[in-house]
């Protein structure tokens, strides 16, 4: 059984940081691409981030670019995200989602949440203005 858990979520003030992760279990870490996503109340599921398999790629939506980076960490089955420079507009439900790796690349459609296979149930961030 597949589990998917995130934590690091919680109330900052704006400009602050925080660091999300995502623990995996149940599957083969290190042979699927890993992607963050949020939703803010009343909007869709955006993707933000993708990192390939083995780490040695990232993608990253323009929303967040320079302010955010993904990381992983196989040897845990743990995937991060580092949030600098919060705004209250990043204010969501973030979550992790897995799914199985063809090669060492996120798939073109990285940023769509029909491209994972599997989901944890998200960790709320609040920036406060």
């Known amino acids: 059984q597949v589990q998917v858990v995130e934590s690091g979520g919680g109330l900052v003030q704006a400009g602050g940081s925080l660091r999300l992760s995502c623990i995996v279990s149940?599957?083969?870490?290190?042979?699927?691409?890993m992607g963050w996503f949020r939703q803010a109340p009343g909007k869709e599921r955006e993707g933000l981030s993708c990192?390939?398999?083995?780490?040695?790629?990232?993608y990253y939506a323009d929303s967040v670019k320079g302010r955010f980076t993904i990381s992983r960490g196989n040897a845990l089955n743990a995937l991060y995200l580092q949030m600098n420079s919060l705004k209250p507009e990043d204010t969501a439900m973030y979550y992790c989602?897995?799914?199985?790796?063809?090669?060492?690349?996120?798939?073109?459609?990285?940023?769509?949440?029909?491209?994972?296979?599997?989901w944890g149930q998200g960790t709320q961030v609040t920036v406060s203005s």
């Open positions: 990192i390939s398999k083995s780490g040695s790629s990232e």
């Open positions: 149940g599957l083969t870490f290190d042979e699927h691409f």
């Open positions: 989602a897995a799914e199985p790796a063809v090669g060492d690349y996120c798939s073109g459609s990285w940023g769509q949440e029909s491209e994972y296979l599997y």
